[in-house]
Structure formats: structure tokens, C-alpha cells
């Protein structure tokens, strides 16, 4: 039989804490709506996305290489003094102007830098993607780890006002047995301390539970002065993995994970920025310009002998060349081309770390899931021990065949037991969603 969570003594338990002040609200969630508020409000996962959609709009722009620049306006031009012709000789006392207005378009496309700048920018956009997974699921993973936090605490508050209930009941035969001289005053005396106890642990789980919800409030980004309430009733172990199936090693996982799959995409990006230094050269830049416009004198349209003349004339011109840069610093000193393989080792470098801290999560996960599945089971089987214990010494107690002591001792126990198996569920239930995202699954 498991502990159940009765959500009208939850809120009853709530309203009682003495440090809530009058304004708060009090907000039911489950483990559903857990997730969905990590997904989507928490602020480490916020500016992660903020950072992928930057590498899209990066990519978006690294498309854009061949994109040309179109222009249009006019332009101004007045000589004064002196200008030379093709022979050679001096033009000297002028006063010329001439103005132009039109349109035209420019491209320079650099092949080497646009083909590989776009690829190098794609796998950028990969890595962030990826990358804003990997932060996503750590940021959920500790809002999960948190919310079944507070789902404990709820439990043991619970269960502490049941038994402060019978705890009071217990009293109260007790004081009525004392004065027709049944029982010793020393009895219900202890009977008063053993409730008194049970309101400190009471108060100090109250408190405790304050301290998850804040925490958890917190990392959901949840405004306004509240208090989470964990709506779910029963207090079930979750189970994501079967770690029956799972080998030690777990070789091979890293590649499921985000974080590796990002700086391998990253690695991609670097090596595609370097094939411009070297294949990249081989590729020309095509520069074109093309442009229409009016041209002439707007101000004094006569020729050298006085006589009008048209004021404007049409214009046309388009240039084209076709060039292959060779930058000699690259081919004699090779300097980027040197930082780019260092920075390809260092990634590389990262890539094994990886692999190492993948490997080391997923045996500590399996470890620790193994071991809560057993300490499970243990804690389930101790309560159902405690609970028998308890329910026995009420009934001599009844008969007045066992002391007060002994069922104070018996409700002892029960609670430690209790609290054991809340404790067991709360940690198998956290070891499997911290099993479940080292094994590549995301959140």
C-alpha cells in the first residue's frame, strides 16, 4: 500500500503555514504542466532558443552571398581649373559641370568564401540547434529533480498531520483514562510530547516545503508571489528505463547526445571555414556591374562655341571581370591556416572529454537507478512492517495490554519508515529521468 497525498489536506496544510503571507496564491501543478512551463519559460531555455534563432538568422545572411547591391540616385561633377587630355597636353581655365542620375546594380561573388562560408554557417545553425537542446534538457532536468523535491515534502507533511491526528486521539483517551484512574498522569504526559514533537517535525517540513516551492518558482520563471502545489494524489515511482538492459560500458551513447552532436557540427563548420584557405582558392570572384542613367550639362548646356546643346543624354555602361585572388601571406606563411587546425584539435579534444563525461554519466545514473530500484523495495516492504507494528500496539493499547510508550515508539517507527519510503520513490523517480537523459533522450 502506498502513501496517498489527499489534495484537501494539502491545501488545508498549506493555508496553515503561519509565515504565508495574506496575498499569496497557492497553484496546483502537475509533472505534465512541470514540463511544459520548463519548455517554455524557464530563462536558461529562453536564451538558448534566442541563441538558435541568431545561427538561423547568421545562416539566412551566409545565404545571401550572391545576393547583388542595386543602386540608384545621381551624382555631381564639376572641374575647375586645369585637366589634361589623352595627348598629354593641358586643358587650362575650366569651369565644367555634368551631373547623372540612374540606376545600376553591383556583384562581386566570391565563390570560395560563398560556398563554404554557407555550408560552414548551416552547420553552425546545426550546432546551436543542438546545443539548445542539450541546455534545454539540463534546465528541465533540474526543474523534474526539483518538482519531485516537492512532491516529497507534500508527502511527509501529509503524513505527519495524519499522524498528529492520532497522535491527538491517542491523548484524549488518555487524559479521559487518567482521571477515572485507569492509567498513570505520566502516560498522557507523554502522550502531550510526543504530539508537541510531531508539531516541530510538522512546522520544520512546512518549512522545507516552502524552500522547494520557492526554488521550483524560481526555476519556472513564475511571477507574482505564489506557492506550487503539487496536484497529483499519489505518490508513484516513474519508471523511463529499464536498467536491467542497460550494459556498463554504454559505449556508443555519446553519439545520441546533444552536447556531442553539437560539437560535432561545430567541427564540421571549422573544417569547412579552412577548405576556403585551400579549395576555395581555387574558385574566382565574378564581379559584374551594370547601370542606366542620364548624363550631360544641367547647368550651362552649350558647346565651346556658345551654341545650345541637348541637356542630358542617355548613358549605359556595364563592366565584368573574372579574377582568381591568391593571397600570398597564405601561401608563404599559412598563419590561418595553422589557427584553424589548432582550433579543429581543440575541438576534437572537446569531442573526447565528451565522450569521457557521457560515459561516466550514464554507470553513475545506471548505478544509482539499480540502487534506488532496491532501496525501493526495501522501504516499501519496511512500511508495510511499521504499519502492521503500529496497528498492533493501538489495539493493546486499547486492551491495556501494552504501555503508551510503546505505541509512541510504534509511531516512531512508522513515520521513519514512511518517510524512508517517500524518500525511496523520490530518488528512484529522480534517478530515472537523470538515467533517462544521459541515454540520449531529451526532455
Given at each position: 500500500?502506498?502513501?496517498?497525498?489527499?489534495?484537501i489536506?494539502l491545501i488545508?496544510s498549506?493555508?496553515?503555514?503561519?509565515?504565508?503571507?495574506?496575498s499569496?496564491q497557492?497553484?496546483?501543478?502537475?509533472l505534465?504542466?512541470?514540463?511544459?512551463?520548463?519548455?517554455?519559460d524557464?530563462?536558461?531555455?529562453?536564451e538558448?532558443?534566442?541563441?538558435?534563432?541568431?545561427?538561423v538568422?547568421?545562416?539566412?545572411?551566409?545565404n545571401?552571398?550572391?545576393?547583388?547591391t542595386?543602386?540608384?540616385?545621381?551624382k555631381v561633377?564639376?572641374?575647375?581649373?586645369?585637366?589634361?587630355?589623352?595627348?598629354?597636353?593641358?586643358f587650362l581655365?575650366?569651369?565644367r559641370?555634368?551631373v547623372?542620375?540612374g540606376a545600376?546594380?553591383?556583384?562581386?561573388?566570391?565563390?570560395g568564401?560563398?560556398?563554404?562560408?554557407?555550408?560552414a554557417a548551416?552547420?553552425?545553425?546545426?550546432?546551436a540547434?543542438?546545443?539548445s537542446?542539450?541546455?534545454?534538457?539540463?534546465?528541465i532536468?533540474?526543474?523534474?529533480?526539483?518538482?519531485?523535491?516537492l512532491?516529497?515534502?507534500?508527502?511527509?507533511?501529509?503524513g505527519?498531520?495524519?499522524?498528529?491526528?492520532?497522535?491527538?486521539n491517542?491523548?484524549?483517551?488518555l487524559?479521559?483514562?487518567?482521571?477515572a484512574g485507569l492509567?498513570?498522569k505520566?502516560?498522557?504526559?507523554l502522550?502531550k510530547?510526543?504530539?508537541?514533537?510531531q508539531?516541530?517535525?510538522?512546522?520544520?517540513?512546512?518549512?522545507?516545503l516552502?524552500?522547494?516551492?520557492?526554488?521550483l518558482?524560481?526555476l519556472?520563471?513564475?511571477?507574482?508571489?505564489?506557492t506550487?502545489?503539487?496536484?497529483?494524489?499519489?505518490?508513484?515511482?516513474?519508471?523511463?528505463?529499464d536498467?536491467s538492459?542497460?550494459t556498463a560500458?554504454?559505449?556508443g551513447?555519446?553519439?545520441?547526445?546533444?552536447?556531442?552532436?553539437?560539437?560535432?557540427?561545430?567541427?564540421?563548420?571549422l573544417?569547412?571555414?579552412?577548405?576556403?584557405?585551400g579549395?576555395?582558392l581555387?574558385?574566382?570572384?565574378l564581379?559584374?556591374?551594370?547601370?542606366?542613367g542620364?548624363?550631360?550639362?544641367?547647368?550651362?548646356?552649350t558647346?565651346?562655341?556658345?551654341?545650345?546643346i541637348?541637356h542630358?543624354?542617355?548613358?549605359f555602361?556595364?563592366?565584368g571581370?573574372?579574377?582568381w585572388?591568391?593571397?600570398?601571406?597564405?601561401?608563404?606563411?599559412?598563419?590561418?591556416n595553422?589557427?584553424?587546425?589548432?582550433?579543429?584539435?581543440?575541438?576534437q579534444?572537446?569531442?573526447?572529454?565528451?565522450?569521457n563525461?557521457?560515459r561516466?554519466?550514464?554507470q553513475?545514473a545506471?548505478?544509482?537507478?539499480?540502487?534506488?530500484?532496491d532501496e525501493?523495495?526495501?522501504?516499501?516492504?519496511g512500511l508495510?512492517f511499521?504499519?502492521e507494528?503500529?496497528?498492533?500496539?493501538?489495539e493493546?493499547?486499547?486492551?491495556?495490554t501494552?504501555?503508551?510508550?510503546e505505541?509512541?515508539?510504534?509511531?516512531?517507527?512508522?513515520?521513519r519508515a514512511?518517510?524512508?519510503?517517500i524518500?525511496?520513490?523520490?530518488?528512484?523517480?529522480?534517478a530515472?529521468?537523470r538515467?533517462?537523459?544521459?541515454?540520449?533522450?531529451?526532455?
Amino acid at each position: 500500500m502506498q502513501p496517498k497525498i489527499h489534495l484537501i489536506t494539502l491545501i488545508f496544510s498549506l493555508l496553515s503555514i503561519q509565515t504565508f503571507a495574506q496575498s499569496e496564491q497557492v497553484l496546483p501543478i502537475t509533472l505534465e504542466s512541470v514540463l511544459q512551463l520548463a519548455g517554455a519559460d524557464n530563462l536558461s531555455v529562453k536564451e538558448w532558443q534566442q541563441r538558435y534563432e541568431r545561427a538561423v538568422a547568421a545562416r539566412k545572411f551566409a545565404n545571401e552571398w550572391w545576393v547583388p547591391t542595386l543602386y540608384g540616385g545621381f551624382k555631381v561633377h564639376e572641374l575647375t581649373g586645369a585637366a589634361m587630355n589623352t595627348d598629354g597636353n593641358f586643358f587650362l581655365d575650366l569651369n565644367r559641370q555634368n551631373v547623372w542620375s540612374g540606376a545600376g546594380l553591383n556583384a562581386e561573388l566570391d565563390f570560395g568564401k560563398g560556398v563554404f562560408g554557407t555550408q560552414a554557417a548551416r552547420q553552425k545553425a546545426t550546432a546551436a540547434a543542438y546545443r539548445s537542446q542539450a541546455e534545454k534538457n539540463k534546465a528541465i532536468l533540474e526543474v523534474v529533480q526539483q518538482y519531485f523535491n516537492l512532491q516529497a515534502s507534500q508527502a511527509k507533511m501529509a503524513g505527519l498531520r495524519e499522524m498528529m491526528a492520532l497522535s491527538s486521539n491517542i491523548a484524549t483517551q488518555l487524559e479521559a483514562q487518567t482521571e477515572a484512574g485507569l492509567v498513570y498522569k505520566s502516560d498522557l504526559l507523554l502522550a502531550k510530547s510526543n504530539l508537541n514533537h510531531q508539531k516541530i517535525a510538522l512546522r520544520q517540513q512546512e518549512t522545507e516545503l516552502k524552500k522547494n516551492s520557492s526554488r521550483l518558482t524560481n526555476l519556472l520563471n513564475i511571477k507574482g508571489n505564489s506557492t506550487l502545489l503539487v496536484a497529483d494524489t499519489a505518490l508513484v515511482p516513474v519508471t523511463l528505463v529499464d536498467e536491467s538492459k542497460l550494459t556498463a560500458a554504454a559505449e556508443g551513447v555519446y553519439n545520441l547526445r546533444p552536447e556531442f552532436k553539437s560539437l560535432a557540427s561545430e567541427l564540421m563548420a571549422l573544417q569547412k571555414e579552412k577548405s576556403a584557405l585551400g579549395s576555395g582558392l581555387l574558385l574566382p570572384t565574378l564581379q559584374l556591374g551594370v547601370s542606366d542613367g542620364a548624363f550631360g550639362d544641367l547647368w550651362s548646356p552649350t558647346d565651346r562655341d556658345g551654341n545650345t546643346i541637348d541637356h542630358l543624354y542617355n548613358t549605359f555602361e556595364f563592366n565584368g571581370a573574372l579574377l582568381w585572388r591568391i593571397p600570398l601571406n597564405q601561401v608563404f606563411g599559412g598563419g590561418r591556416n595553422r589557427l584553424y587546425k589548432s582550433d579543429i584539435l581543440i575541438h576534437q579534444n572537446k569531442m573526447e572529454q565528451v565522450r569521457n563525461q557521457v560515459r561516466e554519466e550514464v554507470q553513475v545514473a545506471t548505478a544509482e537507478a539499480l540502487s534506488a530500484k532496491d532501496e525501493l523495495e526495501i522501504a516499501r516492504e519496511g512500511l508495510s512492517f511499521a504499519r502492521e507494528a503500529l496497528s498492533q500496539s493501538i489495539e493493546r493499547q486499547k486492551l491495556r495490554t501494552a504501555k503508551a510508550y510503546e505505541v509512541f515508539q510504534a509511531q516512531e517507527y512508522f513515520m521513519r519508515a514512511q518517510i524512508d519510503f517517500i524518500d525511496a520513490i523520490k530518488n528512484y523517480n529522480q534517478a530515472q529521468y537523470r538515467l533517462y537523459v544521459a541515454l540520449g533522450n531529451n526532455l
